[in-house]
């Protein structure tokens, strides 16, 4: 009995420790929409935008990020497995849902000009794709890593 009780000790002691351990270790990954929000503050604080423009520009970007992400995932690329008729559906879905991906892009854009100039939606657009670069390249390391 005492043997049992030890080893439930052990497992005990142990299993907390482990938890422990793991907690302080792991980092948390911020949900997309904590990520759109940290990029837009990112890109207001990088222009110096005042208060206002800053505040508009967040809530802004951050539903350009909501309705990107509605439209779903991108279709899957054609493969060489597929008849003509899948690869001409396939490509057919890509070219719809960048095509949509355009539409949001201009009715952001009308949004933007609305309280930012030219300009600084060009600069914008710069600081974005520097983000997503890195992100992409971050993301390709962490996969070789594993």
């Not at 009995?1 to 420790?17: C, D, E, P, Q, S």
């Not at 990954?29 to 503050?41: G, N």
């Not at 960048?98 to 309280?115: A, P, W």
Request: with cysteine.
């Amino acid at each position: 009995m005492k043997g049992i009780i030890r080893l439930l000790f052990w497992v005990v002691a142990l299993t907390t420790f482990c938890g422990t351990v793991s907690a302080q270790t792991g980092k948390q990954r911020l949900t997309r929409e904590q990520l759109a929000e940290v990029q837009a503050k990112h890109i207001a604080k990088e222009m110096a935008m005042d208060d206002a423009t800053s505040q508009r520009f967040i809530d802004t970007f951050c539903q350009f990020q909501r309705d990107i992400w509605a439209l779903g995932p991108r279709p899957k690329q054609p493969h060489s497995q597929m008849t003509d008729e899948e690869t001409e559906q396939a490509l057919k879905n890509r070219f719809a849902h960048s095509q949509k991906i355009l539409d949001l892009r201009q009715k952001y854009y009308g949004i933007y000009s609305e309280f930012l100039t030219q300009k600084q939606i060009r600069r914008v657009y710069e600081l974005e794709r520097q983000m997503m670069d890195r992100l992409s390249k971050h993301g390709k390391g962490k996969r070789a890593n594993r």
